[in-house]
């Protein structure tokens, strides 16, 4: 019994100790500044990343509805749309006719104090519609000072 109360509190000292990780891992990842990182990659390098992007968001969000769709037991199949097609219809619509490389790009030099924010984030909001100023005014994530900004770049050099 003691034994077992000794092992829970271990354990639960390791599980706090890899949480503290994984937060400091995310804040980390978050510091590097993506934006920065974009700018300095090639047309053809920006292109293929947005295309890998879109081509894995559709497969997964395909792979999600038909696994979130599946019929079961107490399905009742009488709507006028199929699950899976009412699934697909709520997809981000990410092949607008825009070229999503040069959206971003344009992000990240109109707005360097928002260099912070992932490409998947931008992508994400403009799929939702959101214009470049819009992701600006209402970042996914707070944007980064001027001040850190500065300090970022200075350890960069």
């Not at 619509?93 to 360097?112: I, M």
């Not at 994400?124 to 996914?140: A, M, R, T």
Request: net charge negative; proline share 5%; aromatic share 10%.
């Amino acid at each position: 019994m003691i034994e077992q109360k000794i092992c829970r509190k271990i354990n639960a000292w390791i599980a706090f100790g890899f949480l503290i990780c994984f937060a400091l891992l995310a804040r980390a990842e978050r510091d590097r500044l993506e934006g920065a990182l974009w700018l300095k990659w090639s047309i053809e390098h920006r292109d293929a990343f947005v295309m890998a992007y879109v081509e894995g968001y559709y497969d997964g969000y395909s792979h999600g509805c038909q696994e979130g769709t599946k019929p079961t037991s107490v399905t009742v199949q009488s709507e006028s749309v199929p699950p899976y097609q009412e699934c697909i219809n709520r997809k981000l619509d990410l092949a607008k006719g825009t070229d999503l490389a040069e959206e971003v790009t344009k992000f990240y030099q109109q707005y360097p104090e928002n260099r912070n924010l992932f490409v998947r984030e931008i992508l994400l909001e403009i799929g939702k519609g959101k214009s470049l100023l819009d992701i600006h005014n209402h970042p996914p994530y707070p944007p980064v000072s001027a001040t850190e900004q500065q300090n970022r770049r200075n350890l960069e050099n």
